[in-house]
């Protein structure tokens, strides 16, 4: 089955940029998703399509892909950032469910 | 849009729950439902998918045999019956809509844009 590599952890300063990789065979021919997910809630979608942000995400969540790498930059890191941080394609190859990343946890120092 | 669950609990290994989603605020047939799980301190797991657009039911290959998902497009909700459970199965339960139905360049791909707040499955 398909499979997404992430950092497992990624440290930055307040107001600092933080950047989340995810990794996956041919991911430049999939629509790439990123959700977040603070602890005890349930993960929001922050960047769809790699670049676009659904209503009420902050500018400062971006996304970009480049060869076999998609990227989360979060700007300006806030305290309330800190969370966990999953990537999401499509797998039409297998079982054609949606495949998540193993998650990054962005620790706000 | 909402997506609420309910229906998790605890169970012993063998058993069976059924796990219901009730959703409002959206045309159940312009998105699919599908329902991911995350174990206790681990990633995110997708369990089954609702092809709304006329395709077929999708399983993981960890609950297929097991789980089976249905829907009530009266009540607007969907459900995963869950039988044989498992140890492995222990999880918070989320259900979520996937929207859109399929690529347009106007909304973009699918995507999961809607989640519950989840629902824990214990089994021991």
């Known amino acids: 089955s398909y499979v997404l590599t992430q950092a497992p952890s990624v440290s930055v300063a307040p107001g600092q940029t933080a950047r989340v990789t995810c990794g996956g065979n041919?991911?430049?021919?999939?629509?790439v998703h990123w959700y977040q997910q603070k602890p005890g809630q349930a993960p929001v979608l922050v960047v769809f399509?790699?670049?676009d942000r659904p209503s009420g995400i902050p500018e400062r969540f971006s996304g970009s892909k480049s060869g076999n790498t998609a990227t989360l930059t979060i700007s300006r890191v806030e305290v309330g950032d800190e969370a966990d941080y999953y990537c999401?394609?499509?797998?039409?190859?297998?079982?054609?469910?949606?495949?998540f990343g193993t998650g990054t946890r962005v620790s706000v120092l | 849009a909402q997506v609420v669950e309910s229906g998790g609990g605890s169970v012993k290994p063998g058993g069976s729950l059924r796990l219901s989603c009730e959703t409002s605020?959206?045309?159940?047939?312009?998105?699919?439902m599908t329902w991911i799980r995350q174990a206790p301190g681990k990633g995110l797991e997708w369990v089954s998918f609702?092809?709304?657009?006329?395709?077929?039911?999708y399983y993981a290959d960890a609950v297929k045999g097991r789980f089976t998902l249905s829907s009530d497009s009266v009540k607007n909700s969907v459900y995963l019956q869950m039988s044989s459970l498992r140890v492995e199965d222990t999880a918070v339960y989320y259900c979520?809509?996937?929207?859109?139905?399929?690529?347009?360049?106007?909304?973009?791909?699918?995507?999961?844009?809607?989640w519950g707040q989840g629902t824990t499955v214990t089994v021991s």
């Open positions: 041919n991911i430049g021919s999939k629509s």
């Open positions: 399509d790699e670049t």
């Open positions: 605020g959206f045309s159940f047939s312009d998105c699919h």
């Open positions: 999401q394609v499509w797998d039409t190859t297998s079982d054609h469910l949606g495949v």
């Open positions: 979520a809509r996937v929207f859109p139905l399929y690529y347009d360049s106007l909304t973009g791909s699918p995507r999961v844009d809607v």
């Open positions: 609702m092809n709304n657009s006329g395709g077929p039911t």
